[in-house]
Each structure stands twice: as C-alpha cells, then as structure tokens.
C-alpha cells in the first residue's frame, strides 16, 4: 500500500506542477472541470444517490463550473466571478459551512440521509474549492503557499501524533488523529510562514494576517479531512472512489483542500482580509 502511495504521487505531481505552471488559466480551469466531475460523482454516492441520480447529479455540478468558466473567460473579463455577486454569495455560504455548521455537524454526529440535502452540501464542498483552484493559478505562487499550508499540516501531524499522540481528537471519526497531532502541525504551519516570508520580500507585509491565515488553514485542513471521513462512515464506505491505487478516490485526496483553498482564495482576492 504504501509503495502505491508513493508511486502514485511521483507520478501525479510533476504533472500537477506543469499543468499549473505551463497551462493557460481557461484551459486549467477545464481541467480542474474534469476533476471536479469525479469529485462530484463520488460526492454523489457518498450522499446515496443511485446510478441515474449520480449522473445527474454530476452533469448539473459540472454545468455551473462551466457557467463560472464563460463568466470568468467570456467577454473579455477577467475573472470576475469571485468579484461577482453569484461569486461573493457562493464564497460566503462556503466560509460559513466550513467555520460555523461542519464544527456543530462533526461535534453532534449529525447523520443526514436527505439526499436533496446532501447534494446542496456536495455543491459547498466542491464548487467553491474548484474555482479557487482555478483561479489560484492565476498567481501559482499563492496557490503553492496554500498547498504546502496543507502539505504541511498533513505530514506534521502525522509524525507529531505518531510520536507524542495521546490524546485522541476524535476517535469514532478518525481514531488515528490525535490533539498532540493539531498541535504539531499548527507549530510547524506557523514556523513554516515565518521563514518563507523572510525568505519571500512581497509577502514580508503579510506576515501577521498571514499567521493568522496558516492556523485558520490548518484547522480548516483537519476539519476538512475529518469531514469527509464521517461522511464516508455513515455512507458505510472505506474510500470515496478507487481512482488512486493506494490512495482511494480524489475525495480522499482532496479532502483538506476543499475546506481550505475557499478560504485562502479570499484572503488573495480581498485585500482588507490581509489588513
């Protein structure tokens, strides 16, 4: 399994690194659209939908990534839909799913078989960490500050819960996750922030929203992955595809990145968030 793992990140991140790098913004973003049709698919049979409820489930999905793309690319704009107000009320429902209701949802255990219900869910979810995915690529070294945020996170508490873990964080979600876990990775998220802006002058300004920025991030990051393993426990699932051989399906892959890239996507887009 391990060596799977592996594998299949060797393979996956060079490519990711040249899509983001060398690829145009419209046709990354369709790219991502591709994806995010997987990531719906499987969003769909964790919220029970049957097969033909499945495929109209991502066909509906995958039209308003392309509404956002014309919106974005059509006319001459320039990605205006993050400025728009379908944007701002999408990004706003996203930032109060993720900081206000998943907490009261993971801490109460909720189990919501609505599939109406669920589907809007998926929409937060994966919607809001497509587009600023996409539109992260327009600066790629703001996205890659976001991504190692994550990267980061994960590997720190991994090694901090694996060599100080004693308390669990939630053991009936994710029995390996362990507060001395969140405390590792907030140190090394933090520590990480402050060398890379002595390291980098134009985000030396952002230093202290910055901080704050790194800490929301993680926690979202933990949030996000103990999220989609609820999800996948009442859905009775061990993995939410089998697209990644060692990996699982994208969810399992993405799962911290759709709770986090919404939030870091604000943070760039408005500057009076880094005030």
């Excluded at 039209?63 to 107000?85: E, P, Q, R």
């Excluded at 109060?96 to 993971?106: G, H, K």
């Excluded at 009442?234 to 993405?254: I, M, T, Y």
Aim: proline share 5%.
């Amino acid at each position: 399994m391990l060596w799977q793992r592996i594998l299949t990140a060797g393979v996956l991140l060079p490519l990711f690194l040249a899509a983001l790098f060398l690829l145009p913004n419209l046709y990354w973003a369709l790219l991502l659209a591709a994806l995010l049709a997987v990531a719906a698919r499987e969003w769909s049979r964790l919220a029970g939908f049957g097969a033909a409820g499945q495929a109209a489930y991502v066909l509906a999905v995958l039209s308003a990534a392309l509404a956002i793309v014309a919106l974005d690319h059509g006319d001459g704009a320039a990605h205006a839909f993050i400025y728009s107000a379908p944007g701002k009320l999408l990004y706003a429902l996203c930032a109060a799913f993720w900081l206000a209701i998943v907490p009261a949802w993971l801490y109460s255990r909720w189990v919501v078989r609505s599939r109406p219900l669920l589907g809007v869910v998926g929409v937060l979810v994966l919607l809001p960490a497509w587009h600023a995915l996409a539109w992260l690529q327009l600066t790629p070294e703001r996205l890659l500050v976001a991504l190692a945020v994550v990267w980061i996170a994960d590997t720190a508490a991994y090694f901090a819960g694996r060599a100080f873990g004693r308390h669990k964080l939630a053991p009936s979600i994710s029995p390996g996750k362990t507060w001395e876990g969140v405390a590792g990775a907030l140190a090394a998220v933090c520590s990480g922030w402050v060398a890379f802006t002595l390291l980098a002058p134009s985000f030396r300004a952002q230093l202290a929203s910055g901080l704050l920025l790194a800490a929301l991030l993680t926690a979202m990051s933990i949030q996000g992955d103990l999220f989609e393993s609820w999800m996948k426990r009442q859905a009775g699932l061990k993995d939410s595809g089998a697209l990644l051989p060692g990996h699982g399906g994208l969810l399992d892959r993405v799962d911290a990145l759709t709770s986090t890239l919404p939030l870091a996507a604000l943070y760039f887009a408005y500057p009076l968030l880094r005030s």
